[in-house]
């Protein structure tokens, strides 16, 4: 189940396939990062020494097959691992408690919170706690970034709006027992990097993103996403 979400409250309850009815639900296009001048950056490159290899005989080589084979049956000891159960919906890899941020908030202070909890986007909610938006920090001009010269004017300009101002919205959101195929859908579709994961009435209870997807592909139990 997905819904869209904007400042004025619910604004589609249904699956995947319709949400390109709404007109705001459109894909993102992603604005080009602020560039430095190069010139004025210097490159400074460490040269540590090699130290000269000591007298004495080459440690001897070590089997590592004979290892791994030693570790596995060490293991056998311990029983039978138990069986790992197929990741399918959004509630098995999304995260739980995630940040979210205040559309009156300023957006170098939002850059600088995403960048503290070494997040790339958060759900923007109301005061009542519901999600009216999207803040990407690819959307974001911090203070720490200034472009070439003649645009620093407008960079610090951008920097101090509200989130309201640069925030995706309104926005998909998607329950926690969606299947996960359907999120990866809409994540193609919107070209966003994730979606807010709430209730219908637009209460966050996590968030899921390509991040944790691809680590759900990668880690143990597998995804399963074809069964």
Known sequence: MFFVFGP????????????????AVRRTQRPQALRTRAADVETFVLEVPTPAPS????????????Q?????????VHGPAQPRQPLSRVRDVMTANALAVQPDTIVNNAWQTLAEHGVAQAPVVDPQGRV?????????????LLPEPGHIKDAIALA????????????????????LRRVATVL?????????V??????PVGFISRTDILRAVAADPPLDLWS
């Open 8 to 23: 004025s409250g619910q604004m589609y309850r249904g699956g995947p396939e319709n949400l390109a009815q709404i007109s």
């Open 55 to 66: 007298p004495g005989p080459a440690p001897a080589a070590v089997n590592l097959r004979s």
């Open 68 to 76: 791994d084979a030693v570790s596995a049956y060490a293991q056998t």
């Open 132 to 144: 009216v938006g999207l803040l990407l920090r690819a959307d974001m001009a911090p203070l720490d």
């Open 160 to 179: 101090r709006r509200p989130v309201s101002a640069v925030m995706v919205s309104p926005v998909p959101t998607v329950a926690p027992d969606t299947d």
């Open 188 to 196: 193609l579709e919107t070209g966003l990097p994730g979606l807010p």
């Open 198 to 203: 709430t209730d219908e009435y637009g209460m």
